[in-house]
């Protein structure tokens, strides 16, 4: 198993959801957060001092699937935030090494399935 997590701009968050759905992922879970990255959330052309920043409004997007679905889930994620705008999103991947649905104690796949 795997753990995606996807940081988005808040207005694609509707077309990352359509298309998670597409791909068949059961659930994924949403937060609103804060957040910058190489250009420390300044645009281009602007003056910049050291140690300035601009916290900008994200969503962070995340769900656990098959290995096997990941790389497709990835290009489905990719095209439905593919703008042409810095910053339109950051995807990341990780080892998940069990999972437990607590009401009836399935394990591994069983529990995210």
């Known amino acids: 198993m795997k753990k995606i997590e996807v940081y ?6 509707d077309a990352v959801a359509k298309a998670l759905a597409v791909e068949g992922v059961l659930g994924m879970t949403v937060t609103e957060c804060k957040g910058f990255g190489v250009q420390r959330g300044f645009t281009r052309g602007e003056e910049v001092k050291p140690g300035q920043y601009i916290f900008h409004p994200k969503m962070k997007v995340e769900m656990v699937v098959l290995e ?5 889930i990835i290009e489905r994620l990719k095209a439905s935030l593919k703008s042409g705008q810095i910053g339109e999103g950051k995807i990341f991947v990780s080892p998940v090494d069990d999972a437990v649905r607590t009401h009836t104690g399935e394990r591994g796949r069983d529990a995210i399935k």
Do not use: A, K, R
């Open 8 to 13: 988005i701009q808040p207005y694609s968050l």
């Open 68 to 72: 096997s679905e990941v790389e497709h």
